[in-house]
């Protein structure tokens, strides 16, 4: 089954413990990126990345990283986390050409910093 | 990076039509319009793309006037299960950004 895996689902955590939210397409995507929701502001993309090696800032990358060794994975990593990252995490995959594609989401990682 | 404006919510009734327009008076010539639904702990499903005129589905139609600033997704007779945010969605034609706005929060009523 086509999917994009985001784990853990459920992530309550303190500050300052570094994480990492884990990101796994099996479509052979080319295009991954990471968005958070907030209520009232839509999602937001935080970084995302053309190709393996390839990664780029979103709109609020600030205090997130990621990296792109292989094509099937992209992981979210906050090395501090502050209470504002507070937040429903989704990773999205598309086949790379974004104007005439879609974009598959994963099923979201709800992330509370205490 | 084109900045889109959805109503915040609207409201139906089960078998009505209901048509959600988006603004986007920054697309750039490269940009598709795209929209999403999204149900409440779920993320976002692709429900349809479009560069002008007029696009169909199975689920949906897409209705893009020649200028492009804005686009609207038109619902055919809608049911209780359709009630969900709806986004739209314009895309960088250079650098794969994408900008989702708020959304609208279509509620649908039996």
Redesign the interface.
């Known amino acids: 089954e086509a999917q994009?895996t985001q784990n853990p689902r459920y992530l309550i955590t303190v500050t300052g413990k570094k994480l990492t939210v884990t990101c796994s397409q099996n479509m052979n995507h080319e295009?991954m990126?990471w968005?958070r929701q907030d209520p009232?502001?839509?999602?937001?993309?935080i970084y995302?990345s053309?190709n393996v090696e390839v990664t780029?800032k979103?709109?609020v990358p600030e205090g997130y990283k990621v990296s792109r060794k292989e094509k099937r994975n992209f992981p979210l990593i906050l090395e501090s986390p502050s209470p504002n990252q507070t937040s429903l995490y989704?990773c999205?995959s598309s086949l790379g050409v974004?104007?005439?594609g879609?974009?598959?989401?994963?099923?979201?990682s709800r992330l509370t910093v205490l | 990076l084109a900045k889109t404006t959805q109503p915040i919510s609207m409201d139906s009734y089960e078998g009505q039509e209901v048509n959600i327009t988006c603004s986007h008076n920054n697309i750039a010539t490269n940009d598709y319009i795209t929209w999403y639904q999204q149900f409440p702990s779920q993320g976002p499903r692709f429900i349809i793309q479009g560069y002008k005129t007029k696009v169909t589905n199975e689920v949906a139609s897409l209705f893009i006037p020649a200028d492009r600033k804005s686009s609207t997704l038109s619902l055919p007779r809608v049911s209780l299960s359709d009630t969900a945010v709806y986004y739209c969605l314009v895309g960088d034609g250079g650098g794969f950004k994408t900008i989702f706005g708020a959304g609208t929060r279509l509620f649908v009523k039996a």
């Open positions: 994009v295009y990126s968005y009232g502001l839509g999602l937001r993309q995302y053309m780029d979103g709109d989704f999205a974004l104007e005439t879609e974009l598959f989401f994963g099923e979201g």
